[in-house]
Each structure stands twice: as C-alpha cells, then as structure tokens.
C-alpha cells in the first residue's frame, strides 16, 4: 500500500526556519563586505555568546526547546502516512496478496456509476478513508427523490466492492433550476 509521508510538514517547517536563519546570516556577511552596517553584527553575536554561561537561564530554556521540537520531529518522522488504497476484506481469488481500490480508481468508478443514474449531469466523487462525498447537478427542479435514488445506487456499488471497512456515504444533489 502506497503511503503518504507525514514528515512533509514538519519537514517544511524545519526547512523554513533554516532557510530564514540563513538568509539572515548571508544578509549580514554580504553587509559586512559591503561595509555598511549588518543587520546582526558578528562581533556582538560572538561577545553575547562568549559571555553566557550553560547554566543561565536563555541556554537552558533554548536547549530545553530544541529537545522538545526534535522530539516532535521523531515522533513525526515514525508515524506513518496516509493510505491511498483502500484494502478489500477478502484477498484476490487466486492469489496470497491483499489487494484493494487506490482512491483515484474508486472515485472514478463511483463518478461514472453517478452518471449513469437517469437525472444526473454532473457528479464530483471525494474519496477518503473512513467517507466517501459525492456532490452531484442536475436539471431537475426536486432533488430529494433522486438524491435517495443515487444513495441506493452508490450504497449498492459499494457495498459490492467488498471492501474491508465501508466508507460512508454522503451524496448532495443541487438543482440547476429553481423548485416551483
């Protein structure tokens, strides 16, 4: 099953803040050869340093931060991602692999299935793990009766898919005319 990494965001996160630190160091380097004054002057970034002590409070607080932000980052780095296949209860006849609907193919499977129910015009299909959105247009001026006409069809469509757990299903119908 392909999984979507969690670390993008705080990969992103720790890129960023990275990106600005060293933007802010390049700016000042290129301000001192320029011989105008930097933006962080060296000399007091290095006298600061030079003069505080591990003990004092802005170390212990800083390093104290810097625990917690890589224990976040580990946490993240060992949670996996998000699935995009959707497994079936039951493996493929024949075989030992346990397959199941990548969620693109399921979207597009229930879309077209939407289409085919007489009164639809357009459908949009959402599939994530655990639910399964479907807003569907059509001409006609009621909706509630082909809104449960299609929630029959795409129930049964799903429930014959024989996936592990069923999403749920929630379709919404709009009219493109107005109810008399």
């Not at 320029?34 to 212990?60: H, N």
């Not at 998000?82 to 499977?109: F, N, Q």
């Given at each position: 099953?392909?999984?979507?990494s969690?670390?993008?965001?705080?990969?992103?996160?720790t890129?960023?803040v990275?990106?600005a630190?060293?933007a802010?160091?390049?700016?000042s380097a290129?301000?001192?050869?320029?011989?105008?004054?930097?933006?962080?002057?060296?000399?007091?970034?290095?006298?600061t340093?030079?003069?505080?002590?591990?003990?004092?409070?802005?170390?212990?607080?800083?390093?104290?931060?810097?625990?917690?932000?890589?224990v976040?980052l580990?946490?993240?780095?060992?949670?996996?991602?998000?699935?995009?296949?959707?497994?079936?209860?039951?493996?493929?006849?024949?075989?030992?692999?346990?397959?199941?609907?990548?969620?693109?193919?399921?979207?597009t499977?229930?879309?077209?299935?939407?289409?085919?129910?007489e009164?639809?015009?357009?459908?949009?299909?959402?599939v994530?793990?655990?639910r399964?959105?479907?807003?569907?247009?059509?001409?006609?001026?009621?909706?509630?009766?082909?809104r449960?006409s299609?929630?029959?069809?795409?129930?049964a469509?799903?429930?014959?898919?024989?996936?592990?757990?069923?999403?749920?299903?929630?379709?919404?119908?709009?009219?493109?005319?107005?109810?008399?």
């Amino acid at each position: 099953m392909t999984r979507r990494s969690r670390r993008t965001l705080p990969a992103a996160l720790t890129a960023l803040v990275l990106l600005a630190l060293g933007a802010l160091v390049a700016t000042s380097a290129i301000q001192t050869l320029l011989e105008r004054t930097p933006l962080v002057a060296l000399d007091t970034v290095v006298g600061t340093l030079g003069r505080t002590s591990w003990q004092a409070a802005p170390v212990l607080v800083g390093a104290g931060v810097a625990a917690a932000v890589g224990v976040v980052l580990l946490v993240a780095a060992q949670w996996p991602g998000c699935s995009h296949v959707l497994p079936l209860a039951t493996p493929p006849a024949g075989t030992d692999l346990v397959g199941g609907w990548h969620r693109t193919d399921l979207a597009t499977r229930l879309r077209r299935r939407a289409l085919a129910v007489e009164g639809v015009d357009r459908a949009a299909v959402h599939v994530r793990r655990r639910r399964v959105r479907v807003r569907a247009r059509t001409h006609r001026a009621s909706t509630a009766e082909l809104r449960t006409s299609l929630a029959a069809a795409l129930g049964a469509d799903l429930d014959a898919l024989g996936l592990a757990r069923r999403p749920r299903l929630r379709v919404g119908v709009a009219s493109t005319r107005k109810e008399r």
